[in-house]
Each structure stands twice: as structure tokens, then as C-alpha cells.
């Protein structure tokens, strides 16, 4: 029972779809899309080629603000929770001396080849990335009932995978929580309330609307990238707090954290609810802090993931470009995480 | 010698920084850097947040074109070149039954969680990917003189890698050679020239101009994704076109084939040229079919690589939005390659 | 039904184990083991400590017959099936131009170190292996009854993997079929009959008896290591054969190709009906060439996987020492495929 | 200088190869191998048939022990130095499910096939494991002058790797240094000296001899498989006590812990000189706690190590079979580490 999403808020927006899912949706069971039974993207839909248009004129100047942190041996991420995922792993296929040894030439090259090259191995939830809403689910079925015994293969699902999810061009909108408390961070296992949220909505100047990619600053980022640190019991968001954020507009949810969500996780995890019953992607691990420092609410959200097929996720390199309703910086491309 | 780089086209553009990388530049010579000994990203320094601006607000709908191929196992690659390098593979790290039988739950979970994920292996250079300046270089030199004994670590470059390179956010062009002349595909091994390149261009009405990132279509991509179609003797661009759009202000080269150049290389290659002479980044197998079909030659092109540190190259997925200049079909976001 | 392995060679050698499961299996049903629910090694469970001593005090010579083959990037292996299995891939984790760039020296050391360090990454049934028990069943059972639902984890089984697999030192019997018949490798997808293997055996003046690892040579080696000729329709035994090879005391099967039946399998695998029906583990991809050249067709057979816990299939290395009854050539140990 | 190596006892063995290795050896310099410039595996060579027949001509019993502890995720390991290798990782790539939702059926398999498979990546130096002689040299040499400039490939060396080395049969020999000091495990970074050798070995009652596998016991087992007080700080052997140990027989060197000497390395470390000057190979993480419980100091010691070609290392499972000139308990095979 989620009577707290049939809210006026959600029927005055004619949420269409949100609300829809909501009225399909129990504790427990996975939402029907009202988009019809292969829909595989949920919320996505909802975000039209006019509101995409729309954001994009009314960006303020060239400043692009790169929200994606660097991917690299070490760095923090799923390996560190314990349950047997590998970390980031990278290497070098070629490099001239090795060319040279093993007699390596591309047909036609008379040239000695300084050919570098190199390969990766990463859980597909490396780094900043978009989780899927195939990512977790209650029991067999995931978001739109779609069944492991049907559609999961041993290389990835054939439903609802990071290749389904369209490139994002939409409003983004930064809610600067750890900003709003006066803190660099929240403390360990801060659950973010709906309040917390609204209240930092409100000292920024800024009303969510339908189709919002909706960004939230935890501070977790400062800790960023000693895994002791930035692991374990992470502040986050709740299920209600979830709720509310998609229940007024939030059609894609991230965080500067690694989980969106306050871990250790509640016994009814916010993950499972945003894509199982409200067909909802993440957004983790994602870079806030030049965003919050130039005070950047509001601006045209653009990114897409990889697509790799069937994946429960993506690593992806999300981008912020000011609106005119905000004074923007002008200048250069910030270079995100360094 | 490269005497056709010193064209007057490229004096009267006041490209300063690609005719100064012609003058240091000399074969099997690695150029140096006119923004000092620090750049690791050449052609790429010289688009302005002005120029961006200019270009997002010249957008003329929200239709977004989607430049990707799918990344799948199976899909044609480097692997398939015979060097040694791993295909794309993928493999299920949690589903629920293994997570039930190993025990595994986040603490604080009590609800029994349905958990899938993933991880990939893969070339830094599969799918849909960007190459950076250290993918090739002369003798133990790339791109403005970084060498190898000091700057190439076993986990990557140091210097110039995928991590280095900004969001892209410029004017791009689509120039499709298949296309001008009535093709499906270009033949095998077919060197694309200058004059090629002209004639598309003044069929398509389109004039290059500096910044451009310039997407050359060879048809190559109706034959994907069979590897034995795809991956032998794919036709593409020489030095000479190389040198010709570079110097008439690309700052970014793509295509719809493995390498944008023809294969097999000729002795010297477009890659090395192109990396370590003139400070061009490589964007290969693009998706150009939706573009085409609609002849959208002109469009804001946005890209942005993973931030893979020291990469010699990235995954990546391109956008793209036609421009007002150009009738562009309204409606949703095309899907890309499927 | 299995009548065939009811035979009186089968009573009078008092094969507890070998006909208690002929009793208790049917077809397509996995057998139950008479050493109890416990037991993960079937067959393997009835060589003794008197046997091991009793072929050790046989051995003829210190001459040891290697039966490996080289693993290698590039070798013919399951990713030549098409099935998605990565292909055998290694590479430098460490040189010492890496290590100087990265910094990297292990605590205390000041020397400069010239370090080497490589990983790989292959299927558990690359180059010479052993197939677990666990590596086929049916339905959702493997041998002796063991559920995936209960044992099956995302990281391998935990039941019958290749870590449950003992030391492995009995008699081997040679049964060099390719020879016996004058060929240099048995047709293409050839059914080696138990009457083959009689009259190959009959020829060598071998007899099978309990305990014996059996190991089969279809001269299918001549090919390797080209994929193209090595890996499709290969030469094999099949249910029958494998059924009156265990009937007459093999408690392991091996051959020279790489699934010991032939290929294109037959609608019931010999593969599963070893592993599930019998218990029987599969040795693949062994080096017979010396063997079959020096007539060596009894021998001391010492081999164990490594214990990959879980795994259903492990490289190995067998090695062969002939025994007394033949004549043994002195001399230094074979250094096997090359 | 090693005028320690110049013994009498070297002089009087007539250990050719082994006092040859040291005349020519000086400090920071590699061997030449007296048996020419081709030799990749040092003092195996000196291991003839007759040593390896007269060793297994007096095992006393068919009990073997197991000496090699199980690999699975988790395991401490190279990852756990920091130094950025892979930890070993595991996977399915078929399951039943998988296989059907991909509809993958090896070709004329009607019956619907259970089929498991699984892959790994791995440190060639996981678990149990060989070093072979390209594991450390003296700048860009190792063993025998090989460079690695004409020899180093990007998947290994083409001298001296894991596939070069032969199955090793010999006399082993156990030392229990911690047992002989009646404590669990050494301290801390306790460095094993000659005269700790000595006094062990007189307790047993064992004298070493020309072409021994000498096994070293610290004790530090005792801590496995808790990475955190099993990787640092490990207790082992030195120079010194390597060098007395090579001067008096010993043809490998093994150690129930990660580097068979002390960690933190001293300045000069036992490896490079155990590999470069001496021509013997390490095998690391053995497991001899059974051996050591039984008193078990004289064996059959049988290994070989998967050939991995030009591989720095190799996973391997060494078995010890009692001589009789020691008291052996009948009974079954042992199962190692579990």
C-alpha cells in the first residue's frame, strides 16, 4: 500500500503514467507500465521531444559542467561491499615493445607501429553509471513483469537492459541537501526525509516539475575516493523521501553517493521501489561539487549510457549546462573530478 | 613533408593551433602543443564556450539522433583482428538464486533481495568509442612529446589518455561519401579523397568551418554486425582527406567503420597522423543510417567519453540534433543501432 | 534403461559403486551414489591407497610422458563454439617501465625492481582439463541429486566443484584408436564403438580393470592448434562406448579432442550421462602424441585439477610414467605439445 | 659477491650447474646458465630420470597429500598489496536458464541440455603457484641474459615461462622451521636463518641432498584465509638462508606463505636473486600443515604447473607421497586446505 503517492500533487500533474504505476503497484509487486507490456524504460517515456526542446533554449552560455568522477584502479566501488564483484581492472594489449616482440602489424603497415592499446574488466556499476530497472526486483520479476525465467540470459537480461534507455536531455536539478545544512557532508546513515528535501528546495528557489532528472548532494563526494571512507553507512535518500521526489515530477533520480539511497539499506530497499514499482532509473556516484560551489540549480541535463545490452547498468558521463533562470558562469568546461 | 597542410585555407582560418602543429610537425615526428607542454588534448582546446553556445541554440527540435551501436558478445572488434585483444564479454555477478545460495545480503536487508548485476570485459576501443592521443605515436613519443618510459604505466598513460578529454560540445557535420554517390556501401578498401569529400559537401550544401566535428558516412554499417562482412578491407579516409578537413577546421573525425581510415593501412597511417601530428581525437564505429536517411548533415553534436583514466580510447555515445538550418523531422528520439 | 550395463564383467568385478548406480539410474534422471548423500566424487571414490602403491611400484623408469598441451592466446578452445565463453586472454599486470611509472615498490625494498606479473582469464575448460561432475546434469540436478537451487551461486557451484576432486594416481590405459585403425586422425564426427575400443585394445594387448583412467586417442592432435580444423565435428565415443568402457573399471574418460564424445553431440550427450548417470569425470584436450609413438599404453597416470572451488572444470596436467609390463624407454621427460 | 656459495659442500656435490650459476653470478647481475644460452629452467635441469625413479621407487604407501589450498573469491592474495592486480574473480557462463532464454544449444542436441559452465581471471600468482624464472630480474634481463626487449611480449615473455617448466619429480623435503621452535606460526617479519635451517632439519633427523624441493614451514597457514593477518609482515626466509639452501641440494624453494621470504622484502630481495642468480623457481602458498602433523619430512614431491605459455607463474597442486624410510599412515588421500 503506497497511499501516500496518490497524492493531489500527483493527480493535478496528470502524471499519467506515475500515477498509474502507483494504482498497479503493491508492496511487494513489480508495476505494470501503462505504456503497455514491452515497455521497458518506464518514466523515460514521459519526457517529450518539445520539454527536451524547450530545456535546451533556454540554456544560459557554453559553461559545461562534467559530472562524472574518473574511473581508475583503486577507486571505490561494489568490490568493496564484499560480495565477490571485481574492481576496476585495466592493461595494456599493445604497446610497441610488445608489438615488436610478438610481430604484430596490421596488413599493409611497412611502418613500425607505436600502437598503444588497452582493455578494462568493471562491474557495469563502476564509476558514476545509471542503474537499469532491471538492476533488482521482487522475487522472478522485475519492473513491468518481466520474468528471469523468460528474459535472463547468462550475459545480461534481454528486457529493460542499460541499451533500452534513451539519451536524457531533460531539466536537472540540483537539491544541495548537505549545502542547505551549512555541512561538507551528512553524517553516516543520514536518512534524507521528504522535509529535508523540501526545505532545500525552498532556500534554493526551486519547484520540481514532471520530467525533472533530480540530483541529490549528500556531500559524500569530500570522502571521495578512499573506499574506507566513502563506503560504508553512506546518508541517503528513503523510500519516502523516494516517494515524494517522484511523485512531484523526478523522473530519473542520482546522487553523489554510491547507492542514491542511505545504506545499510532499509529492509525495503529504495532501489528495489523506484524500479520495480515506480519504473524509475538511478543515477550514482555522480559528481556535484562544482555544481553546488557555483550555486547551479537548474540546468539542461544531458547524458545517455552506454549500450550494453541486457546490462543491469552503465557507467555514463553526465553533463550540466545552466539555464538562463540562473546566473550562469561563463567560461570553460569544468573538468569534473580530477 | 606535408606541404599540402600549408594551404591558404589554413592561413586564412587563422587556425593557429593546427597550421602551428603543421609547422612543427614533420613525418614520423610527433607535433608539439602551441598551448605549451602540458596539453594533452590538441584540436580539442580550440572549441569555445562561445562556439558551444552558439551551436545549442541553433537546435532546432528535440529530436535526438543516437549515434551508438549496441555493445554485445558477438559483436564484431579489435578481437577479430587477430592480435590478441579480448572480445566484449559479460557475465552475471548476482541473480537471485546465486545471491539465496551464497548468502549474500547488504546489511540491514531482511527482505530476501532480488538482485542482478553485472560486469563486462572489454577493449577500451569496442563499439562505438573515441580514441585518444595516446593510442598511437611515433617510436616511444605521442602527441606533444610525452614519452613512454615516463608517462606509460602498466594500467595506462598517464598523460593524454580518455580521461583527459572535455565534454564535446560543437557543430557537427555529417559527410556521407556512400551516399553522394548512390551507394549502399563504398567498396572495399576504397581510399575516400579530398575530392570525394568536396563533392559530398557541395551536394549536401554544407561548408566546413573550424571546430567542426565531422562524421564521414562510408555505408560501411549496412554490413554490421557480421564480423566477416564487417572487419576486412573497410573502406576509408587517407592522410591526404586527413589532412584536408583538418585543415579545413575539423577538430574531430569519425566514421561508420572500425578505423575511419581504409584498410589495409597504408604504410603511414591516418591514425598516427592524425593523433600525434595534428592533435585529433578518432570517433569510430558511429551510427550514421538515421542521419542519413533524413539527410541531417548539420547538427549540434554532443559527446563526452568515459573518463577512463589513462585510456587509449573510450566507449562512448554520441548525440546529435539537427540544426534550424536544416528541416528536421520532429517527433522522438531515434533508437540508434539495434 | 541402461540394460547393457548390467553385464556380467560388471557383477563379477563386484563394482559396488559403478552398478549400484546403473540400478538407480534411468534415463535422464541423475544417479544417487552409494557412498551417500554427500558424496561429490563418484567414481573417483573407489581407487584405493592400495592401488596408487601398487601402479607406483610398478613404474618402469623416471621417464614422465607430460599430457598437456600449451595454453596460449589464440588456442582453439569453447569460445570457438559460439556460445559467448571468453577465449583464453593474458596479460602484463607488471614490468618494470610500469612499475617505475606508477611508483609502485613494495614495502622495504629500495632496489629498483625489475618485476614481471601477469593474469589471465579463461574458461575452466580451457587447454587440457577435467570436467567436474557438476558440469552437466539434468534439469535442475546434477549427480547424486545436488539442486541449483540449493548449490548453485553466482561464483560456481558448492557442490562438486573442481576443489572436491582428489589427487588423481591410477593405472592409464592408453586405447590409441587412430592407431589401430592406420590413420592418422579417425573422420570427421567418427562414433568410436565399443568394438573399436575392443579391437584397439585387443591390438595392444591391454585389459581394462577397475580403477583405470581410460584415456582415448582419436588423433583428432594432428589439427591442433587450428581452430578451424581442430574444433567442429570431431571424432568421438559416444553413449554406448562410454557406457562399456565404465562397465569394464574406467572410473575417468579422457581423449584427445575436446569433448571426448564426437561431435555434433548426440541428442543425449555422453557428457551428461557420465557425469550424472555414472559419475565419471571427463578428461579433455590430453596430449597422447608420445604415448601413441613410443607404444605406451599402461603407465602410471598422475593428475589433479586445481581446486577451483566450486568450478566445473579446472586445467590440469596429467603426466604418464610406464610401467615395468612395458617396455619404457629411458631417457628425460617428454616436454608434451610444443 | 657470494663467496658464501663457493662451499666445499657445492665443490664436493659436483653441482655443476649450481657452482657454475655462482661463478659467473655477481650482485645486480643475471646468471648465464652453463647449459647454454637456450636454458630456460635453471637447476630442473639437473633432475635426472634415475633421481626420479629411485624417489618413487621408495614411497612407502598410497596416501598422498594434498598441498595446495583451494582458489576461490575471497582469497588473499597480490590484490591485497595495492599494487593493482586482479583479484581472482569467477563466474558462470552457461547455466540452464541461461541457456535457454539464449537459446543456445551445442549443434544436434535435441535434449534440452543442463548445461554449467564457468570462466575465471586470475594473478597468475593466485593460491597455490610456481614462479617461474621471468618473474624478476636485474633491470631489462632475467635468468640466462634473456632481454626483455627481444623477448617481452604483451601476453608474456616468450622465455622462460610457466610452460617451460617440467613436471617436477624429486625428492621433497620438508622443513618445519616453526614446529622445530614449537610456536603455531613465526612472528612477524621473523627472518629464517641458515642456522634456523640447520637446527630444524638435525631435529628431523633430514639431510639435504642435490635435486631436493625443499618446502619451508613458518607456520602462517595458521592465519589463512583472513587476508588482513595473512598477507602483511609474513615470516621467511633471506638470502643467506636461500643461498645455504641451493648451496647444499636444493633444486625449488617452497613456503606455506606468499613469498617464501620475510615481507616487508629487504633491500635486496631473495626472489630476484633465487630466479636471476640461481636458476631455481619458488613455489608459494603451500599448504603443509598435514605434512607437518604427521611428521612427514622425506616425500615423493610430484607437480607441475600449468603451461602457461611464456607465464610469469602458474597455478599448481604439488602432491607429497611418504618414503619409506619414514613411518607413513595408511589411509586415504588427504584433501589439503578445505
Tied chains: 1, 2, 3, 4.
Excluded at 530545456?55 to 559553461?63: D, E, R
Excluded at 525465467?149 to 541499451?163: I, R
Excluded at 522535509?195 to 525552498?202: G, N
Excluded at 555522480?286 to 544531458?302: G, N, S, T
Aim: aromatic share 8%.
Amino acid at each position: 500500500m503506497h497511499a501516500t503517492l496518490r497524492t493531489p500533487v500527483c493527480a493535478s500533474l496528470g502524471l499519467f503514467l506515475s500515477c498509474s504505476i502507483v494504482l498497479f503497484a503493491q508492496a511487494a509487486e513489480v508495476a505494470k507500465s501503462p505504456q503497455g507490456p514491452n515497455d521497458e524504460i518506464g518514466m523515460l517515456n514521459t519526457v517529450t521531444a518539445a520539454q527536451r526542446l524547450a530545456v535546451l533554449q533556454q540554456i544560459a552560455s557554453g559553461k559545461v559542467y562534467d559530472l562524472s568522477v574518473d574511473y581508475f584502479v583503486g577507486m571505490p566501488g561494489l568490490a568493496d561491499l564484499g560480495m565477490g564483484d571485481p574492481p576496476y581492472h585495466m592493461w595494456m594489449t599493445h604497446t610497441p615493445g610488445g608489438v615488436k616482440v610478438e610481430k604484430l602489424a596490421p596488413a599493409g603497415s611497412t611502418q613500425e607501429l607505436a600502437l598503444y592499446d588497452d582493455a578494462l574488466l568493471m562491474s557495469t556499476h563502476s564509476g558514476t553509471h545509471l542503474d537499469s530497472l532491471n538492476h533488482l526486483g521482487y522475487g522472478e520479476k522485475i519492473f513491468n513483469g518481466f520474468e528471469a525465467s523468460q528474459y535472463l540470459g547468462n550475459k545480461g537480461w534481454t528486457k529493460a537492459g542499460a541499451d533500452t534507455v534513451p539519451p536524457i536531455i531533460t531539466r536537472g536539478i540540483l537539491i544541495d541537501v548537505a549545502g542547505e545544512k551549512g555541512v561538507a557532508t551528512l553524517p553516516e546513515s543520514y536518512e534524507i526525509t521528504a522535509k529535508d528535501l523540501q526545505r532545500a528546495l525552498s532556500k534554493q528557489g526551486t519547484a520540481l516539475r514532471p520530467g525533472d532528472a533530480v540530483l541529490i548532494r549528500t556531500g559524500r563526494m569530500t570522502a571521495w575516493p578512499d573506499p574506507k571512507k566513502f563506503v560504508p553507512n553512506e546518508p541517503g535518500i528513503t523510500r519516502e523521501s523516494a516517494a515524494w521526489l517522484i511523485d512531484h515530477g523526478a523522473v530519473l533520480l542520482g546522487a553523489d553517493n554510491m547507492g542514491v539511497e542511505k545504506f545499510p539499506m532499509a529492509s525495503e530497499s529504495v532501489h528495489t521501489y523506484v524500479f520495480a514499482e515506480r519504473g524509475v532509473h538511478l543515477l550514482e556516484l555522480v559528481w556535484l561539487e562544482e555544481l553546488a560551489k557555483d550555486q547551479v540549480y537548474e540546468f539542461a541535463f544531458i547524458a545517455a549510457p552506454l549500450k550494453l545490452r541486457g546490462a543491469t547498468g552503465s557507467p555514463i558521463r553526465p553533463l550540466a549546462l545552466p539555464l538562463q533562470t540562473k546566473k550562469a558562469t561563463e567560461g570553460t568546461v569544468t573538468t569534473g573530478q580530477e
